[in-house]
């Protein structure tokens, strides 16, 4: 019987163990189950996100195609608008050039012009001189004037005396 009791005792041991390992054992299993749900749950979190990705994906690129026409368009236009403003640069150096020739003959029209305002002035100078004179002329013609009034005034005075003595006579 000592030998019964020793493998009953033995198997109670063994039981225990068993039992531990199963405890353990599930609990691993609770865990394992539970990290599984939640890489589980994570995956799909992950397919969700893929799909929103590749969904702004293909919206990014339609945005990007729609971008590189408008890009396609501008440069055209940029290109177009180089070559109107290389045409207007051609343009305005052809009439820069005329206007340096214009600027170039205004500044001999007013070198001409300065010469003939000088001329002028010296012509105003002497025509001043010339008016100047002549108002000293005009004042002694106008003392000569006077001095024949009065002598005229005196010959009309010596010719009525003489008349009335040749009347008188």
Known sequence: MADLEERVTSLETRVDQLATQTAHATETGLTAAREALTAREAHQQNIELLNALRQTQLEQGQTLDEHTRTLDEHTRTLAEHTRILDE??????????????????????????????????????????????????????????????????????????????????
């Open 88 to 169: 207007h640069s051609h343009i305005l150096t052809a009439h820069s050039g005329r206007l340096d020739s214009h600027d170039a003959r205004l500044d001999s029209i007013d070198a001409r012009l300065d010469s003939i305002d000088a001329r002028l002035d010296s012509i105003d100078a002497r025509l001043d001189s010339i008016d100047a004179r002549l108002d000293s002329i005009d004042a002694r013609l106008d003392s000569i004037d006077d001095k024949l009034g009065a002598l005229m005034l005196g010959m009309h005075t010596v010719e009525s005396l003489l008349r009335r003595l040749a009347s008188e006579n």
